[in-house]
Each structure stands twice: as structure tokens, then as C-alpha cells.
């Protein structure tokens, strides 16, 4: 089980993720889709230590990490960017918008950044800030059903239950979730998704469509 979503739900979708790195040796996260960035990493550690230990995994740990990946449901992004805009830089990552909304992971979309730059014919900081800008907001403009999957998610579901939106999403074709996490689903996949019977109170997903999100934030 690489995906363990038995583990319990309270004011979060929580699963543990297991990756076999080598014989001997596991990953293991504890992942929560919440509605606040706080991470209480003494807890976490130790439902971490509870979960290998009643499974029989034991050995020593050799690193450990924490973080808080965004999730992006709305905003105003054009008014996002003036307020982070430096006149003639560049900028790339998670600090420009090059991150997927919903799952918050970013490689893809760092490749492709890579790939643009070493393409640029202008390699001047004010003509590669334009070239970054356009292509933030053409990234932003692209990932509009990801953000309202997001909402959806935040909105309609209720936090012990969010695991049925993860369980219905899992059972469908690996290719189709593949393309969901690279952002490049297509309207089949999207409709796909999109049929059946919702695992969210109807009427609170219609709700979640129409209610304005929280603002993109930055913490200071």
C-alpha cells in the first residue's frame, strides 16, 4: 500500500504515504490537506513513529524533513504579481505561480521554465522578467480547472470526509491521474472526473463553484 488513507480523519484529509527507497529502507510521509499552513512537526513525528512501529518497521531514521506546500483555489493573480515585481528580474518557482494548484508540486513546470530560458534569444534581466511574466500568467490562465477543483474540495467537502473525493479520484485510469498531476488533463479526462455521483454534498459543491476563495496570501 503506498497510499494509506485508513489513518485517522479529523479536520483534514490525512494519508501516509510508504516508498521503498532500497531493501532495508522506507519513506514515509504524513500528508494532510487542510485548511490552515500549520504544521505541528513534534506531532507529526511521532504519528509517524506509532505508525512504523505497529507495522514492525523499526531501525534508525536517517533525515527527516517538514513543509507546507501550497493549494491554490483563487485569487487575483495580476494584482499578486505587481505586488512581488522587481523591475528587470526574472522570476521562477512557487514565488512566480509555477506550481501546480492543487498538489503544489512544481517539477514540471521548473523543466519547462529551464527549457524556455535556454531558448530565450534576449537574455537581458528585463527582457527575461517580461518573458517570465507572460509566461506566469499564461501558466495561471492555463490552470483555472485546478483551482477550482480546489475549491471544490475546500468547499464542498467537509474535512473528515475529503478522503472520498481522493478514494473516488484513485480508481480512475492511471493515465487519466497522471495527466490530472501534470496539469495537462483533457476535456474527456475532465469530464470523467467530473460524472457520476459526487462524493460532496451537491449543494455545497454548487456553493463552493460561486463562493469567492481566500486571497493569494504570503506570509510575512
Not at 505561480?97 to 534581466?125: C, N, R
Request: one cysteine or more.
Amino acid at each position: 500500500m503506498i497510499v494509506d488513507a485508513t489513518v485517522g480523519q479529523s479536520r483534514s484529509f490525512r494519508f501516509v504515504q510508504v516508498l521503498p527507497l532500497g531493501e532495508c529502507e522506507l519513506f514515509i510521509e504524513d500528508a494532510y490537506y487542510q485548511d490552515s499552513p500549520v504544521l505541528d512537526h513534534d506531532a507529526a513525528t511521532r504519528r509517524l513513529d506509532r505508525y512504523a512501529g505497529r507495522r514492525g518497521w523499526n531501525g534508525e531514521m536517517s533525515g527527516s524533513e517538514s513543509g507546507i506546500l501550497p493549494v491554490i483555489a483563487g485569487g487575483d493573480f495580476a494584482a499578486w504579481q505587481d505586488e512581488r515585481r522587481i523591475d528587470g528580474v526574472g522570476r521562477i518557482g512557487v514565488h512566480a505561480g509555477f506550481v501546480h494548484p492543487l498538489t503544489g508540486y512544481t517539477v514540471p513546470f521548473a523543466v519547462e521554465t529551464a527549457l524556455a530560458i535556454a531558448h530565450a534569444k534576449d537574455l537581458s534581466g528585463p527582457a527575461l522578467a517580461e518573458m517570465l511574466d507572460e509566461r506566469a500568467q499564461a501558466h495561471w490562465k492555463a490552470t483555472g480547472y485546478y483551482r477550482r477543483v480546489a475549491s471544490m474540495l475546500f468547499g464542498a467537502a467537509r474535512a473528515s470526509k475529503r478522503w472520498k473525493v481522493f478514494e473516488r479520484f484513485y480508481h480512475l485510469p492511471s493515465a487519466r491521474i497522471e495527466r490530472f498531476f501534470a496539469a495537462r488533463a483533457t476535456g474527456l479526462d475532465r469530464l470523467r472526473i467530473a460524472c457520476g455521483k459526487p462524493p460532496v454534498p451537491l449543494l455545497r459543491a454548487l456553493r463552493a463553484l460561486v463562493t469567492q476563495r481566500a486571497p493569494l496570501l504570503e506570509e510575512e
